[in-house]
């Protein structure tokens, strides 16, 4: 009998894998992390964490120990969904977040069921609120993780698996998929995927599709684009697919954009205002930006997703501004 990889040894690897990042891989270890990221959805977290308490222990004391997501138990047939609450530690800096000083916590995870909501008999829908991460296993083996204040469709038919990302952004493993193939769609463009990939759907934001591995079809079987391993698109709200912005991120890009799924938001190329609009759907208390000019200056860095005090006054000592109360928000201001 083969037993099952407890979330101890996979923390205890994840660890490993931490440090021979920190001071950089080579093409063969890049090549052995993929595959062992790819035999178990939680290791990706584990290997997210653990980066975040190495950086911590380079420039202060070492975090304290934390829980891997707890393991869910089937409640139908159909589906498991763990919702994750993402909850405060201690404050760590990562490099890029030294260089505006940003700062980021490593959350600890702690598991609730959730029913699906009341949906047409074809469909299940399946949503997070504020602050919360929620993971779910369909019944033909796909895997998703799903962000804060997400919504998605999912149903099955004897051919095919078939998922509606309403709003917000979804990562899918298909690494244990049955072979039934699976067909996302995300404001009404269709895509068929083969591994681990992003879609993000996110208010007054482009739709964004992110590859970790494998490989995505965007668009219909008339016209489509093919998404590797490493690479993203980006597509206007109500755009044909000829607007679509393609990019190759490295390695280290990828695991920094996917770092949503272990509490964490990393700010790069984005304005004020938009990493603004990011924190806010984590709920706490919101943060607004009232001189236009500033909400345009870029920042860079990684923060917790649920400490927007400590976001705020980061950004708005890196900015040369100043933040204070007013009327339950956080202003920052000139």
Request: no cysteine; glycine share 10%; aromatic share 4%.
């Amino acid at each position: 009998m083969t037993l099952r990889e407890t979330a101890a040894d996979i923390d205890e690897a994840a660890a490993h894998w931490s440090a021979r990042i920190d001071r950089g891989l080579t093409a063969e270890e890049e090549a052995a992390l993929a595959a062992w990221l790819a035999g178990d959805i939680r290791r990706e977290g584990a290997v997210a964490r653990a980066e975040a308490a190495w950086l911590h222990a380079e420039r202060a004391a070492s975090l304290g120990a934390m829980r891997a997501p707890e393991t869910a138990q089937p409640a139908d047939e159909d589906a498991v969904f763990v919702l994750a609450d993402r909850r405060a530690s201690r404050p760590i800096w990562t490099r890029r977040a030294a260089l505006v000083g940003g700062g980021a916590i490593a959350a600890s995870i702690t598991g609730a069921m959730l029913l699906p909501r009341v949906a047409p008999p074809s469909e299940q829908i399946f949503t997070t609120g504020a602050g919360q991460i929620g993971q779910l296993a369909l019944a033909d083996g796909t895997a998703l993780v799903l962000d804060t204040v997400t919504q998605v469709a999912t149903s099955m038919d004897a051919d095919r698996h078939h998922l509606r990302l309403i709003e917000g952004r979804v990562l899918l493993d298909l690494a244990r998929q049955d072979g039934r193939p699976v067909t996302v769609t995300a404001r009404g463009i269709p895509m068929r995927g083969t591994r681990l990939f992003a879609i993000a759907a996110l208010a007054s934001q482009p739709l964004g599709v992110m590859v970790e591995r494998g490989r995505v079809l965007v668009g219909s079987s008339a016209r489509s684009i093919g998404l590797d391993a490493g690479m993203s698109l980006s597509l206007p709200d109500g755009a044909g697919l000829a607007a679509a912005t393609i990019r190759h991120l490295s390695a280290a890009a990828m695991r920094e954009a996917m770092q949503w799924r272990s509490g964490m938001l990393a700010f790069t190329g984005m304005t004020l205002g938009q990493a603004v609009a990011q924190m806010n759907r984590y709920g706490g208390v919101p943060i607004v930006v009232p001189d236009a000019s500033l909400a345009m200056a870029p920042i860079a860095g990684v923060f917790r997703n649920n400490d927007p005090a400590g976001f705020a006054a980061a950004i708005a000592d890196s900015l040369e501004a100043r933040t204070f109360r007013d009327a339950g928000r956080i202003v920052i201001a000139k």
